[in-house]
Every structure is written in structure tokens, then in C-alpha cells.
T-cell receptor, first 115, second 110 residues
Framework: EAGVAQSPRYKIIEKRQSVAFWCNPISGHATLYWYQQILGQGPKLLIQFQNNGVVDDSQLPKDRFSAERLKGVDSTLKIQPAKLEDSAVYLC?????????????FGQGTRLTVV | RKEVEQDPGPFNVPEGATVAFNCTYSNSASQSFFWYRQDCRKEPKLLMSVYSSGNEDGRFTAQLNRASQYISLLIRDSKLSDSATYLCVVTNQAGTALIFGKGTTLSVSS
């Protein structure tokens, strides 16, 4: 079974530039999450989708971050404009249903460096 | 108070040692609890779920104390391959998403 696919693996941009990350969850998984993991920290939830609807985006900095999940499958996360503190690994995860007692499978992440 | 707090670490132990990690969580409404493992520069992966009755998987034992809002992970007979960061995870109030602790790093040496 294919896992969660993310691209690109690495990205280096200058501050104030824009960047987009892409995620393809495991087939059939209704729930998709985007997490931000800063070096030395645990993953922090940015946004959760159930199919193509947003369940929780309370920690998404909406002035610069946006995310969408068209057709309830693939998802993109965008940052515009980027700040130095956005340097982190952006992890996409998916699970069968939106209940926390089901396992979340993570992609390998996109490592973003803002200079 | 942070939602999930873990031992600061790092833990440096020799092969064969027994090591215990502790975790506390702030939301008494959390219903599900897990330990995830994250290898260096890799993604987190589920290690085991944690149940009120306690559960064991080989050398790994997880315990939950709801009254104290405390979770633990015990690793017996440590192997070199156990070297990783161990993340304590609880569900959010809605029970729909995972809240991660900062993680505790374990280094097992020969």
C-alpha cells in the first residue's frame, strides 16, 4: 500500500517569498492533517480536513497560511509571504476517519528553510 | 501550561538498560493516548496506543493514569535500534486530532 506522498522534499526560499507544498494521502483516507514541526519540537497541528471540509484550523496563521483540499483527496498548503520563523518541516498525515483513536500515517515531510 | 509535557531528556543509556518516559497532559477531556516514535529526520510513526488498563507490546509497556493525567512508557532490555525520539500524543477536546508533546530523545549505546 502506498503511503502519504509529499513534495517537494526540500525548499529554500527568501523571506517574503511564497511557497506551496503538496500532499497526496493514502487512498481512502477521509481525514488529512497538516502539521508544522520546528526543530526540537513536536509536530503542531495547523489544519485538519475531513474529506474536503475544514474541521479545525484554529492554529493556522491565516494572515499568511492557506490550505485547500479540492475533491477531498490531494491537498496543498501555501505560505505567502514567508517569514524566517516559518522554517520547519511541514508534515502531512492522513487517517481513515476523523477520530483520534485511529492511527495517523505521516508523509516524509517538506523541509522548508527561509533565509 | 502546555497541553502535553514530557521529560526533557535526552536519555543516554547502555544496551540492556530499562528506561522510562513520563508525560502529563492538561485536557481532562482527552480520550485517546498514544506513543509515537520519530527517528532522526524521519516522520513520526505509531509505536503503541495507551489504554487505562495498561498494555504491553514485547519490550514496551505503556500505562495511563487518568486521575493524574499521566502517561508513561517503559522500555526494557534497550537495543541500539531503540535510539529515537519518543512523542507522547493525546487527542484534542473534540477527539478528532492529535496533540503532540515535544518528545524525549533516547540514545542507546553499546
Amino acid at each position: 500500500e502506498a503511503g502519504v506522498a509529499q513534495s517537494p522534499r526540500y525548499k529554500i526560499i527568501e523571506k517574503r517569498q511564497s511557497v506551496a507544498f503538496w500532499c497526496n494521502p493514502i487512498s481512502g483516507h477521509a481525514t488529512l492533517y497538516w502539521y508544522q514541526q520546528i526543530l526540537g519540537q513536536g509536530p503542531k497541528l495547523l489544519i485538519q480536513f475531513q474529506n474536503n471540509g475544514v474541521v479545525d484550523d484554529s492554529q493556522l496563521p491565516k494572515d499568511r497560511f492557506s490550505a485547500e483540499r479540492l475533491k477531498g483527496v490531494d491537498s496543498t498548503l501555501k505560505i505567502q509571504p514567508a517569514k524566517l520563523e516559518d522554517s520547519a518541516v511541514y508534515l502531512c498525515a492522513s487517517s481513515l476517519v476523523g477520530h483520534g483513536n485511529t492511527e495517523a500515517f505521516f508523509g516524509q515531510g517538506t523541509r522548508l528553510t527561509v533565509v | 501550561r502546555k497541553e502535553v509535557e514530557q521529560d526533557p531528556g535526552p536519555f543516554n543509556v547502555p544496551e540492556g538498560a530499562t528506561v522510562a518516559f513520563n508525560c502529563t497532559y492538561s485536557n481532562s477531556a482527552s480520550q485517546s493516548f498514544f506513543w509515537y516514535r520519530q527517528d532522526c529526520r524521519k516522520e513520526p510513526k505509531l509505536l503503541m496506543s495507551v489504554y487505562s488498563s495498561g498494555n504491553e507490546d514485547g519490550r514496551f509497556t505503556a500505562q495511563l493514569n487518568r486521575a493524574s493525567q499521566y502517561i508513561s512508557l517503559l522500555i526494557r532490555d534497550s537495543k541500539l535500534s531503540d535510539s529515537a525520539t519518543y512523542l507522547c500524543v493525546v487527542t484534542n477536546q473534540a477527539g478528532t486530532a492529535l496533540i503532540f508533546g515535544k518528545g524525549t530523545t533516547l540514545s542507546v549505546s553499546s
